[in-house]
């Protein structure tokens, strides 16, 4: 079993930045694949970005490319996501969820772990 506790979320201003940390135990981190994804209130949960195992492979979702950026340090089996330039329609619960593969998928059903989820509201 892998266990992901996601933190870092919170209320900030449309413009504004914040973090999101997810931190594994459990089984071995370095060799997943890991991503994150976002349920708004009302909306399907959404693919948000994806790290490869040695996070030479990245993706994201267009409405984040350029202001969302994954990284992952294997060394504290903890995965984040840097988001910037927030915008109102980023609120939503964002969940941390790993693969038992070492490369990417931006479908839900390719994540076998998931977090409980942390609550990013960004006011206008």
């Known amino acids: 079993q892998v266990q992901l506790v996601e933190s870092g979320g919170g209320l900030v201003q449309a413009g504004g930045s914040l973090r999101l940390s997810c931190a594994a135990s459990?089984?071995?981190?370095?060799?997943?694949?890991m991503g994150w994804f976002r349920q708004a209130p009302g909306k399907e949960r959404e693919f948000v970005a994806a790290?490869?195992?040695?996070?030479?492979?990245?993706n994201y979702a267009d409405s984040v490319k350029g202001r969302f950026t994954i990284s992952r340090d294997n060394a504290k089996n903890t995965m984040y996501l840097q988001m910037n330039s927030l915008k109102p329609e980023d609120t939503a619960v964002y969940y941390c969820?790993?693969?038992?593969?070492?490369?990417?998928?931006?479908?839900?059903?390719?994540?076998?772990?998931w977090g409980q989820g942390t609550q990013v509201t960004v006011s206008s």
């Open positions: 459990g089984r071995t981190f370095s060799n997943r694949a």
């Open positions: 790290i490869s195992w040695n996070g030479d492979s990245r």
């Open positions: 969820a790993g693969r038992s593969y070492l490369y990417t998928a931006t479908s839900q059903s390719g994540y076998y772990y």
